[in-house]
């Protein structure tokens, strides 16, 4: 068997396109959707995902713009800032870089962002209303990975699914994102024993770990779905994901790549969720 792969660039591309009607319409109204990022420090990976996070606004047609901190400002800085933006009618959505520099409590930065315009979703208000079952704004990377399962036509109803981390932005939400959908959830992180006896019986394997190489073809079951979250950077510079894929994939029935798998998606569900503010804010 060899698995099919999952292509997060042409799903997030499809589904950016499909906001610019949203976009038009809006502008019709006389409302233009607007993003703000604020970045902190001189983090290389946080450069390359603002930029990436600028292009995907231009594309559609929403309004972003950047504030940059140094890397020794403080959280009192940064809070200005977000209550400024918070009431700031041009504005629909604020997202905090992170990593912030290791100075800065984050937790308290995150929770002064208005949960209205929390489009990366990490406030405990909106985190909350997810667990509840209502949700406003949900983690992007979670939501792009329930995009990619929809627009493969996988139905996760009554499947076994097996989520590897346990990270409030990924492996926590992503977990009640699956159990909302009818999914019977394990998750399993860095103190789970015989990880392989919880992977071999899954058919859906979401793997967020942040170790290169952490699953292998041995480890799946015959005809599961791979969706490989993780990022890292090896000592040659090349980039690859918490899966081995050339093993995985021949034991997979569809596979996502790093890259060009679930990074594309979270860029886009942040947009999707900026555009959605924008509506919300416009109805009177």
Not at 17 to 23: N, Q, T
Not at 26 to 35: D, F, K, M
Not at 155 to 161: E, L, P
């Amino acid at each position: 068997m060899t698995a099919a792969i999952i292509d997060g660039v042409a799903i997030a591309r499809d589904l950016l396109a499909g906001l610019k009607p949203r976009v038009a319409a809006l502008a019709a109204a006389g409302v233009r959707p607007g993003l703000a990022v604020i970045l902190a420090g001189d983090n290389p990976a946080s450069e390359v995902y603002v930029r990436a996070k600028t292009r995907a606004c231009a594309d559609v047609g929403v309004h972003s713009v950047e504030h940059r901190f140094n890397a020794g400002c403080s959280a009192r800085e940064v809070i200005g800032l977000i209550e400024k933006l918070n009431a700031d009618a041009a504005i629909s959505g604020i997202l905090v870089q992170l990593p912030l520099p290791s100075q800065i409590d984050t937790e308290l930065v995150l929770q002064s962002v208005d949960p209205r315009k929390d489009v990366d979703g990490f406030n405990w208000n909106n985190l909350g209303a997810m667990v509840a079952g209502h949700p406003r704004f949900m983690p992007c990377t979670p939501l792009g990975v329930m995009a990619m399962l929809d627009h493969e036509k996988i139905d996760v109803q009554g499947c076994n699914a097996v989520v590897i981390g346990r990270s409030v932005s990924v492996g926590k939400s992503m977990a009640m994102m699956l159990i909302e959908r009818g999914a019977t959830v394990t998750v399993c992180h860095s103190k789970t024993r015989e990880l392989g006896e919880f992977t071999s019986r899954a058919d859906l394997v979401v793997v967020a770990a942040g170790r290169p190489g952490l699953i292998n073809g041995s480890m799946l079951k015959t005809g599961a779905v791979v969706i490989d979250v993780g990022i890292n950077r090896l000592a040659d510079g090349k980039l690859v994901g918490d899966v081995d894929f050339a093993s995985a994939s021949r034991v997979a029935s569809r596979i996502t790549p790093v890259p060009g798998g679930v990074g594309r998606m979270t860029v886009a569900m942040l947009i999707a969720n900026t555009v959605a503010s924008a509506e919300r804010s416009s109805v009177k």
